[in-house]
Nanobody, 127 residues
Framework: QVQLVESGGGLVQAGGSLRLSCTTS????????MGWFRQAPGKEREFVASISWSGSTTEYGDAVKGRFTISRDNVKSMVSLVMNSLKPEDTGVYHC????????????????????WGQGTQVTVSS
């Protein structure tokens, strides 16, 4: 499995921005579709964004479209999530995840498709 480590969370006021990063201490991330999911207290883990292994295709959850941007640097084996215009409902623990399959054709948004998960980083947006 790939060992994933997230960073960049914190406390921000509504309307502010944060940049989350995901790196690996194990195998390279380059062959895998990467995703970000979030979980608020008492709620199920929710899809936020994903990016294909090549970086050519991205998908976003409806709640974050137009505000969040996912990107990757396969040389540095890093995936980033830039979050703008943050809202209190964006509060939660954000987890990075890597696809179970390498060099997937297309892209996936399904939680079940991701096999390795980081511990998460807390994002809190105050009103």
């Amino acid at each position: 499995q790939v060992q994933l480590v997230e960073s960049g969370g914190g406390l921000v006021q509504a309307g502010g921005s944060l940049r989350l990063s995901c790196t690996t201490s194990g195998r390279t991330l380059s062959p895998y579709t990467m995703g970000w999911f979030r979980q608020a207290p008492g709620k199920e883990r929710e899809f936020v964004a994903s990016i294909s292994w090549s970086g050519s295709t991205t998908e976003y959850g409806d709640a974050v479209k137009g505000r969040f941007t996912i990107s990757r640097d396969n040389v540095k084996s890093m995936v980033s999530l830039v979050m703008n215009s943050l809202k209190p409902e964006d509060t939660g623990v954000y987890h990075c995840a890597s696809d179970k399959l390498s060099y997937r054709l297309g892209i996936t948004t399904k939680r079940s498709a991701f096999g390795s998960w980081g511990q998460g980083t807390q994002v809190t947006v105050s009103s």
